[in-house]
């Protein structure tokens, strides 16, 4: 069963840092492009980041660009997201997603899912 399990969020002063990671199991894990999306309370789950199968290749959101880093590590299966400059607007639930293409990063297009990590940013 393929699992995606995102760890590292919790509560941040704005201006801090946290990073994200997300282990893969039973997956096509490095033939895989993994994004990283987030939802706020009432709003669309929204896309963050994404990053390429061998890791040559990221795209980021305009609001995250210059603060977020998406990295991943084929040999530990685990792709992470490093968050600096952490503002309250970034309060969300993250959730790592895989897919098989580089697309849209459209939501619907990705393949699984995890279950999400809570990152609570106050100011």
């Known amino acids: 069963q393929v699992q995606l399990v995102e760890s590292g969020g919790g509560l941040v002063q704005a201006g801090g840092s946290l990073r994200l990671s997300c282990a893969a199991s039973?997956?096509?894990?490095?033939?895989?492009?993994l994004v990283w999306f987030r939802q706020a309370p009432g709003t669309e789950r929204e896309f963050v980041a994404a990053?390429?199968?061998?890791?040559?290749?990221?795209s980021y959101a305009d609001s995250v660009k210059g603060r977020f880093t998406i990295s991943r590590d084929n040999a530990k299966n685990t792709v992470y997201l490093e968050m600096n400059n952490l503002k309250p607007d970034d309060t969300a639930v993250y959730y790592c997603?895989?897919?098989?293409?580089?697309?849209?990063?459209?939501?619907?297009?990705?393949?699984?899912w995890g279950k999400g990590t809570l990152v609570t940013v106050s100011s």
């Open positions: 997603a895989a897919d098989r293409g580089w697309s849209n990063f459209h939501p619907t297009d990705m393949d699984y």
């Open positions: 039973e997956m096509p894990f490095t033939a895989s492009v």
């Open positions: 990053i390429s199968p061998r890791g040559g290749v990221t």
